[in-house]
Each structure stands twice: as C-alpha cells, then as structure tokens.
C-alpha cells in the first residue's frame, strides 16, 4: 500500500549514470552517518534507484560494496559475451547476486515511511513509468530501472509490460517530484555542475536497432532535449520551490563503465565529502536562522 505524501513535501531525487553512482553512493552514506533523512519521498532511477534502496534501508556502505565488487566482476560487465549475443551490462545478474550476497534490511525500508519511486520507460511507449518499490516488485522494478538498451539484451516486464532504462525517459525526475507535490527537492547528479547533454549523431546510426520499437527509439531522440529540461529545471526552479544540488566536482574521473577501483574509491570520496558538505550547510543555515538559499549546490 502506498504510504500518503503530503502537499509541499520535501524529496530526494537521484540520478542513474551505472558507475558513475559511486559518486550518490558516497553522499547518501553521509547522509546516514549524519542521520538526515528529511524526506517525505524519493525517485531513482536506474543506479540511483539502488542507491536509494540501500539508503532508506539504513543499510550504510551497502553500494560502495556492490559497486566496488560485484559490479567489477565478469559476471556483470563481459564484452566477450556481448559480442557472442548476450549481455554486456547483466543488471539482473548483479540485483540479484548482490541481494543474495550483501545484507539489505528490505523489513527496515518497508516499515518506514518514505516510499521510494524507480523510474522505468515503456518499451512500447517510450514513456517514463513511476513504480512505487514494494517488497512483491522489487526483484522486477530494479534491473528494469536498470536495464540499459542494447547493453541489457532482455525488457523486464512490470504488470505484464516490456520496460527498459528509467534514464532513457526521464533521467533526473525532479519534474515529476514537483508535480508529486514536492517544494523542496534535494537532487544528486552524476555530473558536475554546469553539464549539459549534447546532440549526438549516435541514436540515429542506432536506429536500424530499435526497429521492432519505434517508439522506444523516439524516446532515444528526444533523450538530450528531456535532460537538458530537467537541468534548465533545476537551474531555475519554480518561485515556490527550493533545490538543493548536490553534484560531483568538475574533475570527477568515474566514467559510465568505469572498472579502476582506485577511481572509483575516489569518486565514493568525492560524493561522501559532498554529502556532508550539504548536511552542514543545511545545519549552519538553520542554527543562524537564515533562510535557505533558492539553489544550494555542493561538490566534493
């Protein structure tokens, strides 16, 4: 069952970005470390959806592990199986393993009351899907969040339709936070500030891919224009909400299939440094009696 979200709420909003959520991994273990949990709901998508679960769970370090182990395995990334047709991203794979491997309260996520939303896109559609996680969908809505095309050659099915990647329709939900009644939205990139996604002449060269889906291939044209609308939101949000930014620095050197555990170690620094660099802001704030800025941004 759903648990109710007020009116002027206040939401946590992570990016995907696979390896590169190293970074959100660090910043929500400093969150628990500093035990800020003010939100009243959360969106993920793809990697930010299994960050997050790990977070509201209270499971601290829970991310850091998996992506600094299982996601380095064979088992998960292997172009050599890819090229023989099957996967090269295998999400289903490291859901599961990392399930079975690395404790997560699911108990502890399921009796609080902050629901988290992954975010999927229909493959018949093309349009971003909001699945309130349960302990009945999890198992599914994970690596469909996850499930990025072509490098994930399977569609999960969640109620009995074909999905892929949640970055693919809506890769940084903070619109739909606000239209979920949020008016303070705290939102965790996987790039530095001032990014914005460029035109690329890669989707149509893809397209003799996507042929049996067209409309998931016009969700892959129109990728670049939802994602810089997001960041223009973020940039400049609504008179009557606030948010908060959270973001690596400009010399983040994680990429999306990063495997150097010594970058990856210093990305999970990066996003714990920022992490605690948010919450003390927040706190300087708030014991000084001021008002919060309308855009608060922190970097490692």
């Not at 790990?54 to 064979?74: K, P």
């Not at 239209?179 to 002449?201: E, H, N």
Request: include cysteine; glycine fraction near 8%; aromatic fraction near 10%.
């Amino acid at each position: 069952m759903s648990k109710g979200i007020p009116a002027k709420s206040s939401a946590l909003v992570v990016e995907g970005g696979a390896m590169r959520g190293i970074f959100a991994a660090g910043v929500l273990d400093a969150f628990m470390e500093q035990q800020y949990q003010p939100f009243q709901f959360a969106i993920g998508v793809s990697a930010g959806s299994t960050n997050l679960i790990g977070y509201l769970a209270g499971n601290h370090g829970r991310s850091r592990q998996i992506l600094l182990d299982h996601a380095r395995r064979t088992d998960f990334l292997n172009w050599r199986r890819y090229l023989k047709g099957g996967h090269f991203c295998d999400v289903s794979w490291l859901w599961h393993a990392s399930f079975d491997e690395v404790p997560l309260d699911v108990g502890h996520y399921l009796h609080q009351q902050v629901p988290l939303y992954a975010v999927t896109t229909s493959v018949n559609t093309g349009l971003a899907h909001y699945f309130e996680v349960t302990g009945d969908n999890m198992h599914q809505l994970f690596p469909a969040s996850c499930a990025i095309p072509l490098m994930y050659r399977d569609f999960p099915q969640i109620n009995g339709e074909q999905m892929t990647d949640g970055g693919l329709a809506d890769a940084i939900p903070v619109l739909k936070a606000y239209a979920m009644g949020a008016r303070d939205i705290t939102v965790v990139l996987s790039q530095p500030v001032g990014y914005r996604k460029r035109a690329s002449r890669l989707p149509v060269l893809m397209k003799p891919f996507f042929k049996q889906h067209p409309q998931m291939f016009s969700a892959v044209l129109s990728r670049t224009a939802r994602y810089n609308q997001a960041l223009n939101f973020i940039a400049s949000p609504p008179a009557d909400c606030t948010v908060n930014v959270v973001a690596p620095p400009a010399d983040f050197g994680v990429g999306r299939f990063c495997q150097n555990p010594e970058q990856l170690e210093a990305g999970y620094q990066a996003g714990r440094r920022s992490g605690l660099q948010q919450v003390s802001g927040i706190s300087e704030a708030t014991n000084n009696l001021e008002a919060m800025p309308l855009s608060k941004i922190a970097t490692g």
